[in-house]
């Protein structure tokens, strides 16, 4: 399951409702994604996050079915927010769950790596010295990269 | 064809979404990008690096010599820094 919102999320909720019922889990990992109060050696006031509604939610789609393709999951769930967030926000929850715990935390290092890199998301930031666009990242790239075949 | 801006393609151009109808010749996002340049100044500084503009096309991410068409959805954008 995907979701994109402007509203922060509960993770022990989420997570609550994402096993309900699922008794052949045996393991969940959780990944949340906070927003930093620094960047390099810039303060960060706060980080706007823009994305392209529609594109979004098919590419997260996309990225959570391959996913499921690689690792045997039982349950899966992706929440990326938009809008203006400040430090300390979550921005992001990646929650695997699995009969074993392998192939729960290896498909949710996949799922953060490939959305980085392919979900239609901006950040910006706001600083004492103005705004400015966050550039992606080379190591983003070679996280996503490793996970090709 | 509605091409789509994002982030500072969006701030350049001044807008973020425009419905556009270029001439037959431009078949490609490649091309569609050299005439969309010429629009305005504001397109000519989104598009001067093309190395850092990415797109998709109806939704989908697309390269430069993919073909672009007349009712396409069309979206440039920098790299994505999500997650």
Sequence with gaps: MIRVQQADFDVGAEIAALTS??????????????????????AVGAMTLEHYPGMTERMLEDIEAEANRRWPLDASLIVHRYGTLAPGERIVLVVTASAHRQAAFEAAEFLVDWLKTRAPFWKRESGPDGDRWVEARADDDEAAQRWRK | MK???????RERIGTGE???????????????IDWLAGRSPGHARAFENRTVVRCAVNQDFAEPGDAVRPGDEVAFFPPVTGG
Excluded: M, S
Excluded at chain 2, 3 to 9: K, P, Q, R, T
Excluded at chain 2, 18 to 23: F, S
């Design chain 1, 21 to 42: 019922g699922r008794t052949r889990i045996g393991g969940v990992v959780t990944f949340i994604g906070l927003v930093r109060d620094l960047a390099g050696d810039a």
């Design chain 2, 3 to 9: 091409v789509l801006y994002f982030a500072w393609l």
């Design chain 2, 18 to 32: 425009e419905e556009v109808h270029p001439p037959a010749g431009v078949a490609t996002v490649a091309g569609l």
